[in-house]
């Protein structure tokens, strides 16, 4: 294989929209959070298995709940069209994933320390952080679904009776209430959970020469018995010891660990293990997860309805990374890319070639019809084309010739400069430099 130079740009920020109602703001309530304080009369709907889940940490922090600006008039907006057609027609809801992705994406950033422009592509950072921030705005999507479900169910009293409109809007606002305090919550969890994936990262580069954790639990009259009686506890880094009580253990928990040279290692007999949240019994940051992949929401949404929601993610959330830390670069494939494609394999080879080559972001793209998805994906395309690749900013297209004669080679350029600026020539026979410079005319080298 023969690959000509592609001029390659430094990766910017991954995320999604700065604007819209989606920004980070405290705003007054508005008609729909006046109801609120009648949250006490809900009608009890029986077992609630997201309550079951804060519920580990209920009484030791009151939380403010913080209102994203628009939120509450959208929120009625959906209400108003629910209550009209008595029935969802979607289970999720692009906006409100947006609201959610964005606010607890912000989070995964303040945790972590750092963002992608700051990392080094072959070191841990960058897979660690991706999948931190793809896990929240998965879990984004399943919150919207249970909202957006809870608010369905809502449409009908306990007797199977049809509410009126201000009964459903009372039950909605109560709903959406809830919600936004564990917004709260979940936010924080984000921040404290990218923190300690980042520590963890650097616990594992460091172990050759601190090779031990102490459990460090902050003691005060808000400490969790559960992190009490770990506090101390000095066990190995790779010990299975922290694959159950790495921290977090709970909701809104603040321990960490502390990595040291010398110690005396507390022996397993002597360790007073409590009964943490079973969900809570993984280490998130060696798995780069903020939520546990059996949290309420996530047990609640179907796979198919996560997939079919990604389409709504920012750009970088919708790939999947397929290599780091082995080649210089990054290699991501989008979650539409179809690998029984003919040419996919010449198109990975490529890839892999180029993220050999340089520090640069390699995105395997899919073939995509639909005007909304082709908005986040191909914003910068000429008209329907589907290029192979997007290296850092710029999109590439591939071509395979059988031949290299001239003709063929121009005809195979000219065709991919239809779709894009930069274009990779796969020859079956090396030629000379002069000649692609001829056969391309000054135009892409």
């Known amino acids: ?106 989070g995964i950033k303040k945790g972590f320390g750092k963002n992608y422009f700051e990392i080094d592509l072959q070191g841990p950072d960058y897979g660690m952080l991706h999948s931190l921030e793809k896990n929240v705005w998965q879990f984004s999507a399943a919150k919207t679904y249970s909202q957006l479900k809870e608010m369905s169910d809502a449409l009908r009293k306990p007797d199977g009776t049809l509410r009126t409109f201000d009964e459903f809007r009372i039950q909605t606002t109560m709903i959406t209430g809830k919600h936004l305090r564990h917004l709260k919550t979940e936010y924080r969890t984000a921040v404290k959970g990218a923190n300690m994936a980042d520590r963890w990262n650097g616990i594992q580069e460091r172990k050759h020469l601190f090779p031990l954790l102490e459990f460090i639990a902050i003691e005060d009259d808000r400490t ?103 080649v210089k670069g990054v290699i991501r494939q989008h979650y539409l890319a179809d690998p029984s494609k003919v040419d996919y394999g010449i198109v990975t080879t490529v890839a892999r070639e180029l993220a050999s080559m340089e520090s640069s972001v390699v995105d395997i793209m899919p073939e995509i019809l639909d005007p909304v998805l082709r908005r986040t994906v191909f914003p910068d395309a000429k008209g329907l084309t589907n290029p192979d690749l997007r290296v850092d900013k710029v999109l590439v297209d591939i071509k395979s010739v059988q031949s290299t004669r001239y003709n063929t080679l121009r005809s195979a350029i000219d065709k991919a400069y239809r779709q894009v600026n930069v274009v990779i020539v796969d020859l079956p026979a090396p030629i000379s430099e002069s000649e692609m410079f001829r056969v391309a005319n000054g135009r892409f080298l």
């Open 1 to 106: 294989m023969d690959l000509r130079e592609v001029r390659h740009y430094r990766p910017g920020q991954e995320g999604g929209r700065a604007d819209g109602i989606g920004k980070k703001a405290l705003c007054s309530s508005g008609t729909f959070f006046r109801l609120s304080p009648l949250e006490s009369a809900q009608e009890d709907r029986g077992h609630d298995p997201i309550e079951d889940y804060y519920g580990c940490c209920r009484g030791q922090v009151e939380l403010q709940t913080e209102i994203p600006s628009g939120y509450g008039s959208y929120v009625e907006k959906l209400a108003r069209e629910l209550f009209r057609k008595k029935a969802l027609e979607k289970e999720f809801d692009p906006e409100l994933i947006r609201i959610y992705g964005e606010r607890l994406s912000k």
């Open 224 to 326: 969790s018995p559960l992190c009490r009686t770990l506090n101390g506890v000095i066990r190995p880094v790779d010990d299975p010891f922290w694959t159950r009580y790495y921290p977090p253990n709970h909701y809104n928990c603040r321990s960490t660990v502390r990595q040291i040279k010398d110690g005396v290692i507390t022996p397993e007999e002597d360790i007073v293990a409590p009964q943490i949240p079973e969900i809570f019994k993984v280490n998130l940051g060696q798995r780069g997860l903020a939520f546990p992949e059996d949290h309420a929401y996530f047990e609640e949404i179907p796979e198919e309805v996560i997939r079919e929601a990604r389409q709504f993610f920012p750009y970088g959330m919708q790939f999947d990374i397929l290599e780091a830390g082995s």
